[in-house]
């Protein structure tokens, strides 16, 4: 089994910064790519960020600039740090591992987190 389990969601007030992580655990070789997405009230769950074992790099356009992703994989952990936060950034946001490799060929595909609330306002 495996399971992805985030935490460092909270109320912070607009400008302000916030530190996500996002630790996998269980019967894990390695993890391919890592992604946080979120999803506002009333509205789909959109890609935030995604990083790929190497390290390659993918964001959203809205947080171009304000937020950094980045990923221990020796402790299978992604984090994602968000600066300059504004009122629309609150959602629930999710931890996604796209694949993950129990033994050097079997793997499991499409791990979600339970989410973590970001709310932004003053």
């Known amino acids: 089994q495996v399971q992805l389990v985030e935490s460092g969601g909270g109320l912070v007030q607009p400008g302000g910064s916030l530190r996500l992580s996002c630790a996998a655990s269980?019967?894990?070789?390695?993890?391919?790519?890592m992604g946080w997405y979120r999803q506002a009230p009333g509205k789909q769950r959109d890609l935030v960020a995604d990083?790929?074992?190497?390290?390659?790099?993918n964001y959203a356009n809205s947080v171009k600039g304000r937020f950094t992703i980045s990923r221990d994989n020796a402790k299978n952990t992604v984090y994602l740090q968000m600066n300059s936060l504004k009122p629309e950034d609150t959602a629930v946001y999710y931890c996604?591992?796209?694949?993950?490799?129990?033994?050097?060929?079997?793997?499991?595909?499409?791990?979600w987190g339970r989410g973590t609330q970001v709310t932004v306002s003053s």
């Open positions: 996604n591992a796209d694949r993950i490799y129990h033994t050097h060929t079997a793997y499991s595909t499409n791990y």
């Open positions: 269980g019967n894990i070789f390695s993890v391919n790519t």
């Open positions: 990083i790929s074992s190497g390290g390659s790099t």
